[in-house]
């Protein structure tokens, strides 16, 4: 048990701010961000796949996106509060940027509905913005093959997102 607690805390030393950035961006919410790291250690803590994971930042990785997934789903509101102590700038406008939040909200909402694969694919690709090779060795699948992943998980996506909006 010793060599497990030793793995785990340090897997958050080293990926901690990682793990961390990847829950913010997906849940867009940093309120919560501290909550879900702290479901996912204990998640971490009491799984059975945490000790053969050959990649234990994969496993978490994997983890973190399903938890942040999970906790999307769970949500009862979709509206994203208004920051009232921001000052008015010349930037885009408060319906623009409702307007890009409901947009964003639409595609992360899509994203949960995609296959393990695909969403995994699609958020180290386009939210953590890895390379296909970077995917590949964290996945343990070549380049080509996330590429092909990527691109069939993009096609889904946008048929989801033109059914939603017809």
Known sequence: MIERQRKI?????TSGPRLHRLLARLTRRE???????????????????????QDPFAYAHRSAVNLAFEWRRGRKTTFQPLDEDRPATDGPSASEEMIRAEELEQVLDATSKLTDLARDVVVMRYIEQASYEEIG?????KPQHIR????????????????ENE
């Open 9 to 13: 805390l340090q897997l958050f030393d």
């Open 148 to 163: 092909s992943a990527c691109a069939k998980a993009m096609a889904q996506l946008r048929e989801m997102l033109a059914n």
């Open 31 to 53: 309120d919560v961000v501290g909550d879900l790291l702290q479901e996912l250690f204990i998640r971490l803590w009491n799984s059975n796949g945490f000790d053969g994971a």
């Open 137 to 141: 060795q964290r996945l343990g699948k």
